[in-house]
């Protein structure tokens, strides 16, 4: 198959995955809205009322995991809106992993082939669908520099290609910290080289360890020193105890259903049926002894997947760790191989290659327009809860609560809420939208010390959730002790004094625990479907009947005023009352 016509339909695979990002407005992404409130405060909305009084930014006190946070700081008023901002970077964490997977795999063998048309099946996975812009951005910059690298090496020299990975290395391990060590295993992939001569050998086998350690020491170094000057390490917020943790222990089963996350965009049979169409090519060229492989980089996907078995789901304080190897397994496996379908010599092999990266392509463009048409329903829920939060003034605090649904239950709830069948909610941040959109304070707002460039001040950091807070049933409103709460949303006890209004999401789907019958401290404001928005009212605005029965009503709130203005004008969380966080504790 003519390069001209590979390179044309790999260009029309990369636009068929850039079409569900540039049709949906906020992709349903599970931490993309938290990521959107954090950019537009770093962009200059943390420096305007009422935020100047809640959070404090300090790009110098995190080291990793911050590419995005800079480049919304460093453009600030020059971004477009902050939606449009988010397109932007969610089109390079859908375009860039296949993409530098293609072009590594171009660099390693050699020119263009029909198979790269195939990759951009592989841009679907749950770290995508989890939100994670940085890990997933890092992820294709780490592959375009890997496939830069042979002719970088070429042309710097030896202490230029040093100082050109040490360079790289700083970008990489700004975008994030495993971007970095891909980077670093993908040069040890390449300087192990694509043949399996280096194990013949204990002599070849010392060369080809000493080329390893040359390429990855350039990349060692900066992530030495980052974490030797940085003011404060990933999970410092926590019990050094609970910072690492196998949730229960460590299950074979859990680890199988991770490496699956590796190609899963919604853990369907769909996204089995998908890739097994992409490793048709590959059996057959295994079958007939037409598959070439690179050796280096099929060690390191090996590498990758033992990673996903030995390391925990929680390490520093971050979640879904061991959920990160998958998917650099999968990138570095498609990199590595190049299928052909029959000899050289045979007369119809442009055509048959034709029309199976043809064929390729139009399974590029199906399981986008799948994913699409998911993010396209999704958009239904964002206009319910755009037109519940319209209802908030500026200046408010807003608790975000659920209908919670069991794992049967959440098979048959509109696909996009729930990763698969009874995975996470995946909705669970669009709360964090209320801080762009109207200018209030959620507790869900990613801002731990060590992570992210943020800071919430006091005292409304007493309300604060640390990143892997959630959304908690609507039932726990009702918890005379909230024994009920699930770890780290201890600020949920504050509800009647703290917060101004309460979020309720999932609202148009049935709560496992029944009908909920609202406290007499909540006044409905609007029911738009899936988000339904309650008012916080004053122990003196109570029904009779609640406070004649000595409900669940509040102390008043020393110096409250009623009215717009004071709305507006309130900027702290609410004091005084028995309950309050810094008391319960």
């Given at each position: 198959?003519p390069?001209?016509?590979?390179?044309?339909?790999?260009?029309?695979?990369?636009?068929?995955?850039?079409?569900?990002?540039?049709?949906?407005?906020?992709p349903p992404l599970?931490?993309?809205?938290?990521?959107?409130?954090?950019?537009?405060?770093l962009?200059?909305?943390?420096?305007q009322?009422?935020?100047?009084?809640?959070?404090?930014?300090?790009?110098?006190s995190?080291?990793t995991?911050?590419?995005?946070?800079?480049?919304?700081?460093?453009?600030g008023?020059w971004?477009?809106?902050?939606?449009?901002f988010?397109?932007?970077?969610?089109?390079?964490?859908?375009?860039?992993?296949?993409?530098?997977a293609?072009?590594?795999?171009?660099?390693?063998?050699?020119?263009?082939?029909?198979?790269?048309?195939?990759?951009?099946?592989?841009?679907?996975?749950?770290?995508?669908i989890?939100?994670?812009?940085?890990?997933?951005?890092?992820l294709?910059?780490?592959l375009?520099?890997?496939?830069?690298?042979p002719?970088?090496?070429?042309?710097?020299?030896?202490?230029?290609?040093?100082a050109l990975?040490?360079?790289?290395?700083?970008?990489?391990l700004l975008?994030?910290?495993?971007?970095?060590?891909?980077?670093a295993?993908?040069?040890?992939a390449?300087a192990?080289?694509s043949?399996?001569?280096a194990?013949?050998?204990?002599?070849?086998?010392g060369?080809?360890?000493?080329?390893?350690?040359?390429?990855?020491?350039p990349?060692?170094?900066?992530?030495?020193?980052?974490?030797l000057?940085?003011?404060a390490?990933?999970?410092?917020?926590?019990?050094p105890a609970?910072q690492?943790?196998?949730?229960?222990?460590?299950?074979?089963?859990?680890?199988?259903?991770?490496?699956f996350?590796?190609?899963?965009a919604y853990?369907?049979?769909?996204d089995?049926?998908?890739?097994?169409?992409?490793g048709?090519?590959v059996?057959?060229?295994?079958a007939?002894?037409?598959?070439?492989?690179?050796?280096?980089?099929?060690?390191?996907?090996?590498?990758?997947?033992?990673?996903?078995?030995?390391?925990?789901?929680?390490?520093a304080?971050?979640?879904f760790?061991?959920a990160?190897?998958?998917?650099?397994?999968?990138?570095?496996?498609a990199?590595?191989?190049?299928p052909?379908?029959?000899?050289?010599?045979?007369?119809?092999?442009?055509?048959?290659?034709g029309?199976l990266?043809?064929?390729l392509l139009?399974?590029?463009?199906?399981?986008?327009?799948?994913?699409?048409?998911?993010?396209?329903?999704?958009?239904?829920?964002?206009a319910?809860?755009?037109?519940?939060?319209?209802?908030v003034?500026?200046?408010?605090?807003?608790?975000?609560?659920?209908?919670?649904?069991?794992v049967p239950a959440?098979?048959?709830?509109?696909?996009?809420?729930?990763?698969?069948?009874?995975g996470p909610?995946?909705?669970?941040h669009?709360?964090?939208?209320?801080v762009?959109?109207?200018?209030?304070?959620?507790?869900?707002?990613f801002?731990?010390?060590?992570?992210?460039?943020l800071?919430v001040l006091?005292?409304?950091?007493e309300?604060?959730?640390?990143?892997n807070?959630?959304?908690v049933s609507v039932?726990?409103?009702?918890?005379?002790?909230?024994?009920?709460?699930p770890e780290?949303?201890?600020?949920?006890?504050?509800?009647?004094?703290?917060?101004?209004?309460?979020?309720?999401l999932?609202?148009?789907?049935p709560d496992?625990?029944?009908?909920?019958?609202?406290p007499p401290?909540l006044e409905?404001?609007?029911?738009e479907?899936?988000?339904q928005?309650?008012?916080?009212?004053?122990?003196?605005?109570?029904?009779l009947?609640?406070?004649?029965?000595?409900?669940?009503?509040?102390?008043?709130?020393?110096?409250?005023?009623?009215?717009?203005?004071?709305r507006?004008?309130?900027?702290?969380?609410?004091?005084?009352?028995?309950?309050s966080l810094t008391e319960?504790?």
């Open positions: 198959m390069t001209r016509h590979t390179g044309g339909l790999l260009a029309l695979a990369i636009i068929l995955l850039a079409l569900p990002v540039l049709l949906t407005p906020i599970l931490d993309y809205p938290n990521h959107l409130a954090r950019l537009w405060l962009a200059g909305g943390a420096a009322p009422p935020f100047d009084r809640i959070y404090a930014v300090d790009l110098t995190v080291r995991n911050i590419g995005i946070d800079l480049l919304a700081a460093a453009l008023s971004l477009p809106t902050i939606e449009r988010g397109q932007c970077l969610v089109l390079a964490a859908v375009v860039l992993p296949p993409l530098g293609a072009l590594l795999n171009r660099s390693a063998f050699g020119g263009l082939h029909w198979w790269l048309v195939g990759l951009p099946l592989l841009a679907w996975n749950w770290t995508l989890a939100g994670f812009l940085n890990f997933q951005i890092g294709g910059l780490a375009l520099a890997a496939a830069a690298d002719a970088l090496a070429r042309r710097a020299g030896p202490a230029g290609s040093f990975r040490a360079a790289l290395a700083v970008v990489l975008a994030h910290a495993f971007a970095a060590f891909f980077y295993g993908l040069l040890a390449l192990f080289g043949g399996w001569g194990l013949r050998s204990p002599r070849e086998l060369r080809a360890t000493l080329r390893v350690a040359v390429a990855v020491l990349v060692a170094l900066p992530v030495l020193l980052a974490w000057s940085a003011p390490l990933p999970g410092a917020q926590e019990d609970t690492t943790s196998w949730q229960g222990g460590f299950s074979l089963h859990a680890k199988l259903v991770t490496l996350s590796g190609i899963a853990k369907s049979l769909l089995l049926a998908f890739v097994a169409l992409l048709l090519p059996l057959w060229a295994l007939t002894r037409r598959l070439r492989f690179h050796a280096g980089l099929l060690l390191a996907a090996l590498g990758f997947l033992a990673l996903a078995f030995a390391v925990p789901p929680k390490v304080g971050t979640y760790v061991d990160r190897f998958p998917i650099m397994a999968v990138l570095a496996v990199a590595a191989l190049r052909e379908l029959a000899a050289p010599a045979w007369k119809g092999r442009r055509v048959a290659e029309l990266a043809c064929t139009v399974l590029v463009g199906l399981r986008a327009a799948w994913v699409g048409n998911i993010w396209h329903e999704r958009q239904a829920d964002i319910s809860l755009r037109r519940a939060l319209a209802h003034p500026p200046g408010q605090a807003i608790l975000q609560v659920t209908h919670a649904m069991t959440r098979r048959a709830a509109p696909q996009g809420r729930y990763y698969g069948g009874g909610m995946l909705y669970e669009l709360p964090a939208l209320a762009p959109w109207r200018h209030a304070f959620v507790p869900i707002l801002a731990s010390r060590g992570k992210q460039p800071r006091p005292p409304w950091d309300i604060a959730g640390p990143d807070t959630t959304a039932h726990r409103l009702a918890d005379a002790d909230h024994a009920a709460l780290n949303t201890e600020y949920v006890r504050a509800w009647r004094t703290r917060f101004d209004y309460v979020l309720v999932n609202a148009d789907q496992d625990e029944g009908p909920m019958t609202m401290e409905p404001v609007v029911d479907g899936f988000a928005l309650y008012r916080v009212r004053s122990r003196a605005a109570l029904p009947s609640g406070a004649a029965t000595g409900g669940q009503g509040r102390e008043e709130v020393p110096g409250r005023r009623s009215g717009a203005a004071a507006v004008e309130r900027l702290s969380p609410r004091s005084g009352g028995g309950d319960s504790r």
